[in-house]
C-alpha cells in the first residue's frame, strides 16, 4: 500500500488547522511557498483538490475534510505515543475517547459520569470538548458527541441517551425573604422573581415561562424577568444564589436539589422539545471502550 508523503500530509494538516499558509508556515518553520508546494504534492498524490484557495486563507473541500480528520487523527496518536514512550508508560491497552457535549451538560451531567468510568476503565485517556451543535465529526476527530435532539446528524448513528424535564427552582433564602412557598401559584409574582434562560441557537427549543404557564392553566401575561441567563446551566446557579425562580432543568439541578441549595415550586414538570442524543459514526459504538461507555451513559 502506497502511503502519502509524511512531509505534505505535516503541511497540509497544519494549513487547513490554521487556515493559511503564512501560518502554518509559521509553525513550522518554513516558508509559505514550501507549504503551498507540499500541499499540491499531497494534492497530486491523491488526484483531488483539497483546499479552496480564498485570497490568503484556504477552505477544506469535501476530499480535504476527509483528509483532514484522517490526517489529525494519526498525528494526534503518534504525539500520543511520542509521549508514552518518553514518559516511559506504555499501558499495552491504552485507549482514548473524544468527547464533545454542550456546555451545560458537561458541567451538570456529563463530567461526574466520565468520572466514574475512567475508575473502571483506568487506561482510558478521555477528552472532553465543550461545544455547541452543530460540529463536524471529519474535522473535530470526535468519537461521541452528545447532543440536543435527533435530526442534526443524519448521515451518523443517532441513539436518544435521557429525555429531560423543567419546572420551577428557587433558593430557600429567596423564598423566604419574598414570603413565597412550594407549591404557591406563581402567576401573581412580580416580573423581577423570575429568571429567564436563553436556550442558545434557534434549533434548541426549549420551554419559556409562558409555555410553563399556559401547560400548567394559569393566566399571566408574558414574563419580562429581570435577570438574564445565557445558559441553562447559569440559570440553575443564579436561582441557587437567591437571584429569583428559573425554570430549571431538573435533570442537570440534581447536585442543588439534593443539597437543599434549590428547592422545587411544583411538582409538575414540562418535557423539553427533544431527547438527548449520543452521536457515533457509523459502527463505532460497537468498539469495546465506547461500548461500555454508551452502555454507562444510557444506564
Known sequence: MKLPPLNALRAFEAASRNGTYVAAAAELGVSPA????QVRN???FFGKRLFERHHNRVALTEAGREVQAGASDAFR???DLNEQVLSGRMPSREARIVISAPPSLVERWLAGRIARFVEHEPAVRIEIRVEED?????TRGLDLR????????PELDVRPLFEDHVAPVASPGFLARHGIAPGE???GLRDSHFILTDWGPSFATHPTWRDWFRATGTERREVAPAHFA???SLALEMASRGMGIALGQLGLAGRELDAGSLLRLDERSLALGHPYCTVTRPGRSKGERLGKLLTMLEA
Open 146 to 153: 452528545i447532543c440536543y435532539g435527533m435530526r442534526l446528524y
Open 42 to 44: 499531497l494534492e497530486r
Open 134 to 138: 452543530p460540529v463536524d465529526f471529519r
Open 185 to 187: 401559584d406563581l402567576s
Open 77 to 79: 496518536r503518534i504525539a
Open 34 to 37: 514550501a507549504v503551498s508546494q
Open 230 to 232: 445565557g445558559s441553562s
